[in-house]
């Protein structure tokens, strides 16, 4: 299984990014999925999750201001992005819960990270 999590790259204060995430390869099905961050010298975060029936959870960072939404039959998941700020500048990650087929086994897989910059 692998996540591959693009849509990062530098943008101005107040502007928006829409971050993508997809899984591919052995899958049965997928639970939660989800994006974190990892600012410099930070701590990883989450900055959002969904199950797959689409109950969603914020960190109060992004709430107001991000939302995450998810095409199950595309085993991809998404990160709209609004009113940036400086303090968004990261390193994005994906996250997903997926079902393997045959043994039915729950593996938590990452994505590879893409960047956000926010400048002022």
């Known amino acids: 299984v692998q996540l591959h999590a693009f849509g990062g790259g530098l943008v101005q204060a107040g502007g928006t990014l829409r971050l993508s995430c997809v899984a591919s390869?052995?899958?049965?099905?997928?639970?939660?999925m989800g994006w974190y961050r990892r600012a410099p010298g930070k701590q990883r975060e989450l900055v959002a999750s969904?199950?797959?029936?689409?109950?969603?959870n914020y960190a109060d960072s992004a709430k107001g201001r991000f939302a995450i939404s998810r095409d199950n039959a595309k085993n991809t998941i998404y990160l709209q992005m609004n009113s940036l700020k400086p303090d968004d500048t990261a390193i994005y990650y994906c996250?997903?819960?997926?079902?393997?087929?045959?043994?039915?086994?729950?593996?938590?897989?990452w994505g590879q990270g893409t960047e956000v910059t926010v400048f002022s």
């Open positions: 969904i199950t797959n029936g689409g109950y969603t």
């Open positions: 390869g052995s899958i049965f099905s997928i639970n939660d």
């Open positions: 996250n997903a819960e997926v079902v393997k087929p045959v043994t039915l086994y729950q593996d938590d897989y």
